[in-house]
């Protein structure tokens, strides 16, 4: 199986900060990459699909980057609606696993 | 538009089973293959099994393989997963989710609301 570590686990950030995570595959898995988003009690949320790729709706201060083993996910100027916890996966192959999370805090 | 709408919470005894609905609507139901992802409380999201609606055909993690069923029944648009022998552990919201197949992107664009499933006794 292809494992998948974020970091870091959590971050505390201001409105208005850039914001870093990063995601990384215990082995290449091309741009089978995809980020999504979750508040609490809600179902997860579609951010960025084939790592750069952001899905309709979505907007355009998330983005993504990276391919083989290492990825990241920035948001250009965080706004309050985006505290939540941000998981990556890999699609590359089955299992289709997922990072641990990274719970994004308001500092 | 696309919904994915699961059924209500279940509370079970250990060693019982669970089936979990999830009702699609607003495309082809046989064009997309269904994932199930769980989340225990507090923890993050597991990967069970897809199953393809057009063909039956199921795929399962190998450590849910030969207590998790995967079926569907297409005059309906409902996607199943059953899970046998529950243990206190598999307490957790079950998720459905689309699988969108694209050149070079496999991805779930859209997902139920969860179904909380409680195992007590």
């Known amino acids: 199986d292809i494992q998948m570590t974020q970091s870091p686990s959590s971050l505390s950030a201001s409105v208005g900060d850039r914001v870093t995570i990063t995601c990384r595959a215990s082995q290449s898995i091309s741009s089978y990459l995809n980020w999504y988003q979750q508040k609490p009690g809600k179902a997860p949320k579609l951010l960025i699909y084939a790592a750069s790729s952001l899905q309709s709706g979505v907007p355009s201060r998330f983005s993504g980057s990276g391919s083989g083993t290492d990825f990241t996910l920035t948001i250009s100027s965080l706004q309050p609606e985006d505290f939540a916890t941000y998981y990556c996966?890999?699609?590359?192959?089955?299992?289709?696993?997922f990072g641990q999370g990274t719970r994004l805090e308001i500092k | 538009q696309v919904q994915l709408v699961q059924s209500g919470a279940e509370v079970k005894k250990p060693g019982a089973s669970v089936k979990v609905s999830c009702k699609a609507s607003g495309y082809t139901f046989t064009g997309y293959y269904m994932h199930w992802v769980r989340q225990a409380p507090g923890q993050g999201l597991e990967w069970m099994g897809w199953i393809n609606p057009n063909s039956g055909g199921t795929n399962y993690a190998q450590k849910f393989q030969g207590r998790v069923t995967m079926t569907r029944d297409t005059s309906i648009s409902t996607a199943y997963m059953e899970l046998s022998r529950l243990r206190s552990d598999d307490t957790a919201v079950y998720y459905c989710?689309?699988?969108?197949?694209?050149?070079?992107?496999?991805?779930?664009?859209?997902w139920g609301q969860g179904t909380l499933v409680t195992v007590s006794s």
């Open positions: 996966q890999q699609s590359y192959s089955t299992p289709r696993t």
């Open positions: 989710a689309r699988d969108v197949k694209q050149q070079l992107a496999l991805y779930f664009d859209y």
